[in-house]
């Protein structure tokens, strides 16, 4: 049950009541003429094997408002391509493959490195960003909007309305952020619920009423994988390459434009995906991995406004992390008993206290080289250095789609 509460800086677009999708979908289609949009689909070949690709080409084969949809393939060999070719075939809007291991865009990774830029390491940050030099390339959107391939619960609602904001011309938003609730049968999203907004309050009782913290706290999913914006950001936005895309994401939105041009949508009543393990034994994958990337990627945002980072302050910050922690679990822990979720304390409590260690890493890492928070440049400055660039990956990305 949504609710109308407008409580911060960035407008949030609630579902009210029961909002036609007929209405949504026939107005893009409007919209769409004067402010074409594209989808960028970031995907490993292994979900095409998964439960989630069959549905979601099942319903974009239904839409109609697309102009272009840019589809990064990862990890996959020349066969995987083909197959994945033919798998999206359903789908009457023009499908363009990026192949992330082809021997064309392998190329073009190399050319990269020829002229000094670290794009960083394989992952959804630098495939995004490769779909954004894509798009940029053929300079047939105005509109760009992204979402993982990993939903089992896809609905082309969840499309529409993330759309709907940046592709009006009456609204004037540049970036929006979908938002949904994470609940099965118990609560999910932890790096939310446990870290990310207890750390971001802890942040702003020890350094004060800072702007980007302000700007982050009013998400209310903040690491949702699923936004739209104005091609403009693809061009002068830099993005991390790691699992701090998201937020890293916000932060250059926030420093490139107002808050009153952003805004967050509810884009589903219940939203499922795969899940990551704990790993609160390796901080090199899993949730560990994306709690260090997080949080190196707020203190590096941080320092750039001017907040001075000490070893006491971090310290402060564990002690005042965990305890705001502590307290969420007890929040959750009655709103699980009035909905008659299940709710483990125990594996809550492990988890704030393997976030809690991550944190320490990311601290320590910081403090080590505060310019290792890896940002692939933006293409503004990619296509000053390489002017054919965008000639380039659009020749071979057409090659390989031929």
């Known amino acids: 049950m949504s609710d109308f509460h407008q409580s911060g800086i960035v407008t949030t677009l609630h579902q009210l009541g029961k909002p036609s999708l007929e209405r949504l979908e026939t107005e893009l289609c409007q919209f769409a003429k004067t402010r074409p949009i594209a989808l960028v689909l970031p995907a490993l070949y292994s979900e095409f094997e998964g439960p989630a690709m069959p549905g979601i080409v099942q319903e974009l084969a239904k839409v109609r408002y697309l102009n272009e949809i840019v589809l990064v393939l990862d990890k996959a060999s020349v066969q995987d391509f083909a197959r994945v070719r033919?798998?999206?075939?359903?789908?009457?809007?023009?499908?363009?493959?990026?192949?992330?291991?082809?021997?064309?865009?392998?190329?073009?990774?190399?050319?990269?490195?020829?002229?000094?830029?670290?794009?960083?390491?394989?992952?959804?940050?630098?495939?995004?960003?490769?779909?954004?030099?894509?798009?940029?390339?053929?300079?047939?959107?105005?509109?760009?909007?992204?979402?993982?391939?990993?939903?089992?619960?896809?609905?082309?609602?969840?499309?529409?309305?993330?759309?709907?904001?940046?592709?009006?011309?009456?609204?004037?938003?540049?970036?929006?952020?979908?938002?949904?609730?994470?609940?099965?049968?118990?609560?999910?999203?932890?790096?939310t619920r446990l870290l990310v907004t207890p750390l971001v309050q802890a942040l702003q009782q020890l350094v004060g009423a800072q702007g980007f913290l302000t700007f982050l706290n009013n998400f209310r999913y903040p690491l949702a994988g699923e936004f739209c914006m104005v091609t403009e950001l693809a061009r002068v936005n830099r993005i991390p390459w790691d699992w701090g895309l998201e937020v890293g994401s916000l932060a250059e939105v926030y420093r490139n434009y107002s808050p009153r041009r952003v805004c967050q949508v509810d884009i589903a009543a219940n939203y499922d995906h795969k899940h990551q393990v704990l790993s609160a034994e390796d901080a090199s994958k899993g949730l560990m991995r994306m709690t260090v990337d997080i949080c190196k990627s707020i203190f590096r945002t941080l320092a750039s406004e001017g907040v001075v980072f000490s070893d006491g302050l971090f310290k402060s910050l564990l002690v005042a992390y965990l305890r705001r922690a502590e307290d969420t679990i007890m929040k959750f822990e009655a709103d699980a008993a009035i909905n008659g979720l299940q709710f483990d304390r125990h594996e809550e409590a492990m988890a704030v206290e393997s976030f809690t260690r991550a944190i320490a890493l990311a601290c320590q890492a910081f403090m080590d080289d505060p310019m290792a928070t890896p940002l692939i440049p933006n293409w503004n400055r990619v296509s000053t250095a390489i002017p054919d660039i965008f000639e380039m990956l659009r020749l071979a990305v057409d090659a390989d789609n031929k």
């Open 86 to 191: 033919a798998f999206m075939a359903p789908i009457a809007t023009e499908v363009k493959i990026v192949h992330n291991d082809g021997k064309r865009i392998s190329e073009i990774y190399e050319t990269f490195a020829r002229h000094g830029f670290n794009v960083g390491e394989r992952g959804k940050g630098r495939s995004v960003w490769l779909a954004y030099g894509y798009v940029l390339a053929r300079a047939r959107s105005q509109v760009i909007a992204l979402h993982d391939c990993d939903i089992v619960t896809y609905s082309r609602e969840l499309l529409a309305r993330l759309c709907y904001p940046i592709a009006s011309p009456t609204l004037d938003f540049v970036f929006c952020k979908g938002y949904y609730s994470r609940v099965s049968d118990k609560l999910n999203g932890r790096v």
